[in-house]
């Protein structure tokens, strides 16, 4: 056979590839213009280590000279990576379990049982002495556009008419108040509510909050698509912003605390403080231990504050703490239909928004970060007992919280009192420009969030007012941790 007569060669599998026809060009176009799930993840995470780059070089510059460098040089040092981490880890990985199906998911060994497509919710809130504002906050309540909710209000033998307007309130809009003869405490309070708590999800608000309409629609939402979420905190800001200075730097702290860290202590599903102003339980989740809340001691004494950090640490720790509590309370009726323990995930829904009567003066807030800090070295004793077996990622992240906290007032020390006191002002310069720089780091994060938001400047100023006065409030909570009352005023 001579060359005319040989059939023509078939071009080669890639050499076809290599020019794409018009069906191809159009595909091509289409993935650039919509990138993947995956693309788009990719691309976020590279934004948020550029964003990160200038934090990362002096980082990098200051580590090369770490044998060298003294202790509380170190310290900053830690405490400027662990900044940088957790807001890459914040930026980069967290999703909105409201918003769609989270790309990260328990193995299919792991067994949740899936809650109804609209599950029925009782809608908790224990009030005592809250005339101004309890109309507020249960009108908003009501106004939820969430189904199937039941509203209870547990006035906890309240003295100052606030019992006249929830029966007002009672009669219009439906709901249903228990009335307590004696005062019990807001957790005791709490329990008494859950009693009538026979539905499939268990939410609770406080009392000087208001909510958005959809704010516990869009975390029965995250629960229901995720069956492996035993719990979900919402979003919180202040409410009392034209207050003042002090209401608007707590303001910007508080989108911080939970844009931030608890964004990503919820990218590894282990957020460790479902916050009081919305938080939304599964019932099978929390049920078998409510009576170990209502009944915690610690130190000798009753814990009597409403700690969250503490029913959170229920959640997240019952597959290795949840029978020895069952056992401990038998005889409860809460612990009668027994639920199986689970290594539940913990989350953070950003988009269910809630606001809180912050305090507006010093006094009531510095009782408040009392409180705060009781409730913290209180559960520091439970959660931090297996909080390392959830993993290296959100065990990283909890005990180092733990660790800047409990530095704070040591540092405080040293360079407010020891430097001054032997010349070392130089150190104490230092000091403040870290705290600042830290600051100013979470102020540009604020920013980024809220473009055109000029209150971003507020975040370094409470930095250092964090720094030079609430560092020393840590000794003192622990001195005074037996003593409790129950106490919400924040004017």
Request: hydrophobic residues 45%.
């Amino acid at each position: 056979m001579n060359a005319l007569q040989r059939p023509a060669a078939r071009p080669r599998p890639s050499a076809r590839r290599s020019v794409p026809g018009p069906r191809g060009l159009r595909e091509l176009k289409r993935r650039v213009a919509s990138p993947g799930p995956a693309t788009a993840h990719g691309v976020r995470r590279l934004l948020v280590l550029l964003c990160l780059m200038p934090l990362l070089v002096v980082l990098a510059h200051h580590a090369a000279r770490l044998p060298r460098l003294n202790l509380p040089v170190c310290y900053g040092l830690v405490v400027l990576a662990g900044t940088i981490a957790m807001l890459y880890i914040a930026y980069s990985r967290y999703e909105d379990p409201a918003e769609g199906e989270l790309r990260v998911r328990p193995s299919p060994k792991e067994s949740f049982p899936p809650l109804s497509a609209e599950p029925t919710v009782t809608f908790l809130l224990a009030v005592k002495d809250e005339v101004d504002g309890i109309e507020a906050c249960v009108r908003s309540m009501a106004a939820s556009d969430c189904p199937g909710v039941r509203i209870v209000v547990v006035d906890d033998h309240s003295q100052d008419g606030t019992g006249d307007v929830l029966r007002g309130l009672e009669d219009e809009l439906g709901i249903t108040v228990i009335r307590l003869d004696a005062n019990v405490g807001k957790k005791n309070a709490l329990v008494r509510g859950c009693e009538l708590a026979d539905t499939e999800i268990i939410a609770f608000t406080d009392s000087d909050c208001v909510l958005a309409p959809d704010a516990l629609r869009r975390c029965v939402r995250a629960l229901v698509t995720h069956p492996e979420l035993g719990a979900v905190s919402g979003h919180c800001r202040a409410l009392n912003t034209a207050s003042g200075f002090l209401a608007r730097a707590q303001d910007v702290w508080y989108e911080g605390q939970f844009r931030v860290s608890k964004a990503a202590e919820a990218s590894f599903g282990s957020v460790t403080c479902v916050s009081g102003p919305l938080a939304v339980f599964r019932r099978d989740a929390v049920y078998n231990y409510l009576p170990a809340w209502a009944a915690d001691r610690f130190m000798g004494a009753p814990f009597r504050f409403a700690t969250d950090r503490q029913l959170t640490g229920y959640v997240l720790g019952q597959a290795w703490r949840g029978e020895a509590l069952k056992r401990r309370h038998a005889g409860s009726p809460f612990v009668a239909e027994d639920f199986a323990v689970r290594r539940w995930r913990v989350g953070y829904v950003r988009s269910a928004k809630v606001w809180t009567d912050v305090p507006a003066r010093l006094g009531p807030l510095l009782r408040q970060q009392v409180r705060w800090k009781k409730s913290f070295i209180r559960n520091l004793f439970f959660t931090g007992s297996f909080m390392w077996r959830r993993g290296p990622g959100p065990a990283a992240l909890f005990y180092g919280h733990v660790l800047w906290v409990l530095a704070a007032p040591v540092m405080a020390f040293r360079h407010l009192v020891w430097a001054p006191a032997h010349g070392a002002l130089l150190l104490t310069l230092l000091y403040f420009c870290g705290v600042v720089l830290k600051g100013c780091v979470w102020g540009l994060a604020y920013r980024i969030d809220h473009p055109g938001d000029t209150n971003w400047r507020y975040r370094p100023l409470m930095s250092l007012f964090s720094a030079v006065l609430l560092a020393w409030l840590l000794p003192y909570s622990l001195l005074t941790v037996r003593r409790g009352v129950w106490s919400r005023g924040a004017a």
